[in-house]
């Protein structure tokens, strides 16, 4: 069974710029939720993808936005780049979009936003 | 609409014991306790819901006070493997499907 994975590992970007983010969900989840951690922080959430279609979104403004494939792997897509952007985005997935369901992290992506 | 962490850091001996709580302005559906090493992603420790159910760890336990809108995650015996930053997610409501985590506690285990 193969993990979350996520790409790139590390991303260095200038203000003004658009990004990328890809992952990979695990063997049989068909939920993706997204989260960005400042250094010293907890992860916030940005949203979450079930089944190819939003369901959900946490205080962030629309230049970030996501999408999720058949395949149920995802991406987030962030555009203008700020300086504030910079940070550890994660990704999990969990079996199913309900509460009772743990969710698996990747290793994350870390931006740094130059 | 964060949820507060406390303490912030422990420092404990290998074998103590620690608790750390997790506290909401906001009444809960369910809380979610994971683990962050430095460098690593989270990973999940235990999940609990409003009316008792619990899901996780075996080694690890946990409350969950509705009314007080509440949930302590209990460490006893700490072994080194344990330290790391320690992370409550909330969600306000079944369906909500979006977890606020705090903002971490740091448990630091020593030999």
């Known amino acids: 069974e193969t993990g979350v994975t996520q790409s790139p590992t590390h991303l260095i970007k200038t203000r003004g710029q658009q990004v990328t983010l890809r992952c990979s969900s695990q063997?049989?989840?068909?939920?993706v939720s997204w989260y960005q951690q400042a250094l010293g922080q907890g992860p916030q959430f940005i949203f979450q993808?079930?089944?190819?279609?939003?369901?959900g979104r946490g205080n962030f403004p629309p230049r970030f936005s996501g999408l999720q494939f058949p395949n149920y792997s995802s991406e987030l897509n962030v555009n203008a780049l700020e300086l504030d952007d910079s940070a550890l985005y994660l990704c999990?997935?969990?079996?199913?979009?309900?509460?009772?369901?743990?969710?698996?992290f990747g290793p994350g992506t870390r931006l740094t936003v130059l | 609409q964060q949820p507060v962490q406390s303490p912030q850091a422990v420092i404990l001996r290998e074998g103590e014991d620690a608790v750390i709580n997790c506290s909401s302005s906001?009444?809960?559906?369910?809380v979610h306790w994971y683990r962050q090493k430095h460098g690593e992603a989270p990973v999940f420790l235990m999940i609990?819901?409003?009316?008792?159910e619990q899901k996780g760890h075996e080694k690890i336990s946990a409350s969950f006070n509705e009314k007080k809108q509440q949930s302590s995650l209990y460490l006893t015996a700490s072994q080194l493997s344990y330290s790391g930053t320690y992370f409550c997610?909330?969600?306000?409501?079944?369906?909500?499907?979006?977890?606020?985590f705090g903002q971490g506690t740091r448990l630091t285990i020593n030999p």
């Open positions: 999990a997935s969990s079996l199913d979009a309900g509460g009772y369901n743990e969710q698996f």
């Open positions: 906001k009444a809960l559906y369910s």
């Open positions: 609990l819901l409003k009316g008792g």
């Open positions: 993808y079930y089944r190819e279609e939003k369901n």
């Open positions: 997610g909330t969600e306000i409501g079944q369906g909500a499907q979006k977890l606020v």
């Open positions: 063997s049989g989840h068909n939920t």
